[in-house]
C-alpha cells in the first residue's frame, strides 16, 4: 500500500490534500479561460424528452404502477389511469377531479361512452395518436366532444369530410347537427347544395324534417339550374308520407320559386292535385301566372320579390355568349361556351355583322347588341325556352366602334364614328324600364375604338382613337349621380381598341393599337391608390378583343391582329399572375366578344 503523508508534525501534505488543491487549481483556471472567452450561455431543449416521459407513463399505466383513476365505462368494463396525466390533457378530466366527491371515488362511471371508445381516447392522452376509420368515427366524434379532446374532435371532422357523397352526406349533416359540430355542418351543408341535383335522385332525402327541408331549398345559392327540380323534389318528398305531409305543403311551397318555372312546365304544375287542393298553394301558382303573364307585356319591369329572383349557384352554372364573325357570311354567329366542361354548343344568331358593335348585358340575361355602322339595337333574352334575337328602340346617334356599360338597368352607348364616320365624344343612354335613350353629358374629348369599364358605380371610358386618328392613354370616369365627367390617372401607353375587364375591383386595360403597333401588354387600375400598373402580357398581341370576367379569372377572347389566334382564348389568373391558352378551333371564324350569362334552359347540361 502506498503510504499516507501526513503533514501534522513534519510539514508534509497528504496525497488526498494535495488532488484538492490540485483540482481547486484547475477548476480555477478553467472559469479564468471560459470568461476571458465570453462565451454565450447554452440554453438546450431534449426533443425526445416528454416522448419519453408518455411511454414511460404509459408502461406504467399497462402495469397498474401508480394508477389512481378507475373509470367504469356503460358496458361495465374499467379503464385506468393516472390523474394528473388525465386532467393536463382534458378539461372534462380537470372539473371531474376538481368535484371532491368524483375525486374521492374509487371507481367513477362514465356512461356516456362504451370502453372501446374511452379505451382509444385515454390511449391517445398517453400516445398522441388515433386511429380514425369508418367503424368508429361516429362515435369517436361524440366522445372526443364530451371529452374536450379538440384533436381528435378535428380528425374526425377531417375524416367525415372527405369521406362526404350523395349517399352519406344527409346522414353526416344530421350527426353533425346532433352533436353540435358546426365545422362540419357547414360542410356537409354546402355539399348538399352543391350536388343537390344527385342528392334527391336517392331517397336519403326523404328523411328530412320539414324544417331542414325548408331550409334547404330556401337557399339562394342551391346549384338548382331549372327550379321545377325543387317543385318536384318537395312533392315527392310529401308523397312519402302523404297523411303526415300534405299539412306542411304551403310551408315547403313557399320556397320554391315558381315564377322562375318555364310557361310549359308551369302549365303541368297547375294540373298537381297537391296544389289545387290547397288554397295556399293555389295562390303561389296565381302569383307565378300573373309574373309571366305582365312578363310578356313588359320584360324588365318585374316583381323583386324572392319567389322572383334567380338562384345564385355558382359560377359553374354560368356560361359565355360567344360572338363570332365569319369571313365567308355577314351573319353574326353566337355560341354557348362552357370554360368549366369546356364545352360549346350553338347559340341564336343575328343576321348581320355586330363586329363594330358594343355588347352589354342587364340583370344576366338581357343581352344588348348596340349599334354597329347604325343606329339599330338587337336584345336576347337567353331565359326564354327558344330564345331570338328582337329589335329594340334604336339610339339617337348611329354609332360604330363604341364602348358600352351598364349600371344597373340603364345601358350606355359611349363615343364611337356616327354616320359620317366622325369620331364622337357624346353619350347616350336607354332606361330599359321606359324604353327610351337619352343624351347625358359628353366626354372631355371624342373616342372610338374605346374600351368602357363599370367600376364603383362609375363608367370608365379608356383610350380609343381621337382627333385624326391618334391614339389616346387618357382615361376618364362618368358619375351618374351627378352627370358629370372628370380626368383619372393616365395609362403607361396609349391604347386604342383595347379591350377592357373589371375583376375583383380592379380595372384591367388589355391589349390594343398604341399607333405603332399592336400590343399584349396589360395594365390595371387600381382605385384604392389611382394608378395605373403592370401586369403579366398575354402570349399574342390582340386588338378589340372581347373580355369577360368569370370565377375569378379573366377571359380574352379572339380579337383582330394574326389570324391564326383569332379562335383563342387566354385566361389570367390574377393571384399566379399569369396567362394560359385555349383554342376553339372552328375554321373560318373569329371570336370578337362575349358576354357572361346564366345558363340558359336545355344549355350544355
Not at 349557384?313 to 369571313?327: A, R
Not at 379591350?499 to 405603332?516: E, R
Amino acid at each position: 500500500m502506498c503510504p499516507v503523508l501526513s503533514a501534522k508534525n513534519d510539514g508534509v501534505i497528504s496525497v488526498k490534500e494535495m488532488d484538492t488543491i490540485q483540482a481547486s487549481s484547475w477548476e480555477n483556471n478553467l472559469k479564468e479561460v471560459l470568461k476571458s472567452n465570453e462565451c454565450e450561455p447554452a440554453h438546450l431543449r431534449n426533443n425526445s424528452h416528454s416522448v419519453r416521459i408518455l411511454e414511460d407513463l404509459q408502461s406504467l399505466r399497462k402495469n397498474e404502477v401508480l394508477c389512481d383513476a378507475r373509470f367504469e365505462a356503460d358496458d361495465g368494463k374499467i379503464v385506468i389511469g393516472h390523474k394528473n396525466v388525465l386532467i393536463a390533457a382534458s378539461p372534462y378530466f380537470r372539473a371531474m377531479f376538481s368535484n371532491f366527491d368524483e375525486s374521492n371515488k374509487d371507481i367513477i362511471s362514465i356512461r356516456e361512452l362504451n370502453s372501446t371508445t374511452l379505451q382509444l381516447l385515454v390511449d391517445y392522452i398517453y400516445t398522441g395518436e388515433i386511429m380514425v376509420t369508418q367503424e368508429n368515427v361516429q362515435v369517436l366524434l361524440p366522445a372526443s366532444n364530451v371529452l374536450q379532446l379538440d384533436f381528435v374532435n378535428r380528425a374526425c371532422v377531417e375524416f367525415l369530410q372527405k369521406q362526404l357523397d350523395v349517399l352519406n352526406c344527409i346522414d353526416i349533416k344530421k350527426l353533425a347537427d346532433l352533436h353540435n359540430c358546426t365545422e362540419l355542418m357547414s360542410s356537409s351543408e354546402a355539399y348538399i347544395k352543391q350536388n343537390f341535383l344527385e342528392v334527391i335522385k336517392g331517397d336519403e332525402y326523404l328523411s328530412l324534417s320539414c324544417e331542414d327541408l325548408g331550409n334547404l331549398i330556401s337557399c339562394n345559392d342551391l346549384a338548382v339550374p331549372f327550379e321545377e327540380k325543387v317543385f318536384h323534389c318537395v312533392i315527392k318528398w310529401v308523397k312519402h308520407d302523404l297523411d303526415q305531409r300534405k299539412n306542411v305543403l304551403p310551408q315547403l311551397m313557399e320556397h320554391v320559386r315558381l315564377p322562375l318555372l318555364r310557361p310549359d312546365i308551369l302549365d303541368n304544375v297547375v294540373e298537381e292535385p297537391l296544389l289545387n287542393n290547397c288554397p295556399k298553394c293555389r295562390d303561389y301558382v296565381f302569383e307565378a301566372m300573373r309574373f309571366h303573364l305582365k312578363k310578356s307585356v313588359q320584360q324588365f319591369t318585374m316583381p323583386k320579390t324572392i319567389s322572383c329572383k334567380p338562384r345564385q349557384f355558382g359560377g359553374s352554372q354560368k356560361v359565355i355568349l360567344m360572338f363570332n364573325q365569319s369571313d365567308t357570311f355577314p351573319k353574326c354567329y353566337t355560341e354557348w361556351y362552357d370554360p368549366v366542361k369546356n364545352l360549346r354548343e350553338n347559340a341564336p344568331g343575328i343576321n348581320d355583322c355586330r363586329r363594330s358593335a358594343g355588347l352589354g348585358i342587364i340583370r344576366n340575361k338581357f343581352v344588348f347588341s348596340v349599334g354597329g355602322k347604325s343606329k339599330s339595337v338587337f336584345m336576347l333574352d337567353v331565359s326564354l325556352k327558344s330564345p331570338s334575337w328582337v329589335q329594340m328602340v334604336n339610339m339617337l346617334v348611329s354609332r360604330d366602334w363604341l364602348g358600352v356599360g351598364v349600371l344597373g338597368d340603364f345601358i350606355y352607348a359611349v363615343g364611337g364614328r356616327d354616320g359620317y364616320r366622325n369620331t364622337v365624344d357624346s353619350v347616350e343612354v336607354f332606361d330599359v324600364n321606359i324604353q327610351k335613350w337619352k343624351m347625358v353629358s359628353s366626354m372631355s374629348i371624342e373616342r372610338s375604338s374605346v374600351g368602357v369599364g363599370v367600376l364603383n358605380n362609375h363608367l370608365y371610358a379608356v383610350g380609343g382613337i381621337y382627333g385624326r386618328g391618334y391614339s389616346s392613354k387618357s382615361v376618364e370616369y362618368y358619375d351618374p349621380t351627378l352627370d358629370t365627367w372628370a380626368p383619372v390617372a393616365e395609362m403607361s401607353v396609349c391604347r386604342q381598341g383595347a379591350g377592357v375587364g373589371v375583376l375583383d375591383g380592379l380595372m384591367y386595360a388589355i391589349g390594343g393599337f398604341d399607333g405603332l403597333e399592336i400590343l399584349k401588354s396589360v395594365e390595371v387600375y387600381r382605385p384604392s391608390d389611382g394608378v395605373w400598373s403592370s401586369v403579366a402580357d398575354m402570349e399574342i398581341r390582340r386588338l378589340r378583343p372581347g373580355i369577360v370576367a368569370l370565377n375569378g379569372l379573366l377571359y380574352v377572347m379572339g380579337g383582330e391582329y394574326d389570324k391564326s389566334m383569332k379562335d383563342t382564348i387566354e385566361i389570367y389568373n390574377p393571384n399566379t399572375n399569369t396567362w394560359t391558352m385555349e383554342r376553339l378551333s372552328r375554321n373560318g371564324v373569329r371570336i370578337y366578344g362575349g358576354v357572361v350569362v346564366d345558363r340558359p334552359p336545355n344549355c350544355i347540361n
